[in-house]
């Protein structure tokens, strides 16, 4: 059974710093795209950064590119998101989302959460002070 689970969301205040986690089980993430996801209250699901298998390409959207970096640890099945210089803005649940494809690009736009086959459940991000 393919799991996805995000972890190390929290509070923090603006200008702090949080790495999310998403671990997966069923499946070898080095072999998945994986992007991250966010969505705050009252908005839609927006893509934030991608992560591609040829070449391991990073993909930032552009409220984020800058602030956050996406990275792989093969050996340890687990995508991170590196999130710096954090906004009230940013306050949002994160989801991670896989999908077996071997392109080396990837979207974040339109219909991106469409071609996600697994989801996470989401960790809670708040940025306050």
């Known amino acids: 059974q393919v799991q996805l689970v995000e972890s190390g969301g929290g509070v923090v205040q603006p200008g702090g710093s949080l790495t999310l986690t998403c671990s997966a089980s069923?499946?070898?993430?080095?072999?998945?795209?994986v992007a991250w996801f966010r969505q705050a209250p009252g908005k839609e699901r927006e893509g934030i950064s991608c992560?591609?298998?040829?070449?391991?390409?990073?993909f930032y959207a552009d409220p984020v590119r800058g602030r956050f970096a996406i990275s792989r640890d093969a050996a340890r099945n687990l995508v991170s998101l590196q999130m710096n210089s954090l906004k009230p803005d940013d306050t949002a649940i994160y989801f991670c989302?896989?999908?077996?494809?071997?392109?080396?690009?990837?979207?974040?736009?339109?219909?991106?959460?469409?071609?996600?086959?697994?989801w996470g459940q989401g960790t809670q991000v708040t940025v306050s002070s």
């Open positions: 989302a896989a999908v077996a494809s071997f392109s080396s690009t990837c979207t974040l736009v339109g219909g991106a959460a469409a071609e996600y086959d697994y």
């Open positions: 069923g499946l070898s993430l080095w072999n998945y795209r």
């Open positions: 992560i591609t298998v040829t070449n391991d390409n990073r």
